[in-house]
């Protein structure tokens, strides 16, 4: 969590519908992929779920894990279908479903884009090194 994470905080606490809350909180921007792999030190189980905290994108978490689980696979991303946009990237995909590609902003007639929804295996990012560098 980075920005106003104590809003949040405040609000859920440290439970919520009977599952308990821990935060990770940025001290400094790490991006997607190096805030993750900084919650990864308070991760327990073998798969963990993460969302991006500025969007909603309502679907089964249930489903999503259960596809997670059959695939067998180390990252599974909810993606969502989208028409006539330019405001999103797009994740290219391909015939057996697997992500092979990510595409800049740029105006599509139809395509798919990240929800911002993911399941993990715990030691998906392991020696990865993430570097963040901030232009103005």
């Not at 599952?19 to 030190?41: M, N, P, Q, R, V």
């Not at 500025?54 to 978490?61: A, H, K």
């Not at 946009?85 to 599509?108: A, L, M």
Request: hydrophobic fraction near 40%.
């Amino acid at each position: 969590m980075g920005f106003k994470y104590e809003v949040i905080k405040k609000h859920f606490g440290n439970r919520y519908n009977g599952l308990e809350l821990i935060y990770s909180i940025e001290e400094e921007a790490l991006g997607t992929g190096g805030a993750i792999k900084k919650a990864l030190d308070l991760v327990e189980e073998d798969d963990f779920v993460t969302l991006n905290g500025d969007t909603y994108f309502n679907i089964s978490l249930a489903r999503l894990y259960e596809f997670h689980r059959l695939e067998r696979a180390v990252l599974s991303m909810a993606l969502k279908p989208l028409y006539e946009f330019s405001r999103y990237g797009t994740v290219e995909i391909d015939v057996n479903g697997r992500i092979v590609g990510f595409r800049e902003k740029e105006y599509r007639r139809e395509g798919v884009i990240n929800g911002g929804v993911y399941i993990l295996k715990g030691d998906v990012l392991s020696g990865v090194e993430f570097k963040t560098k901030i232009l103005f």
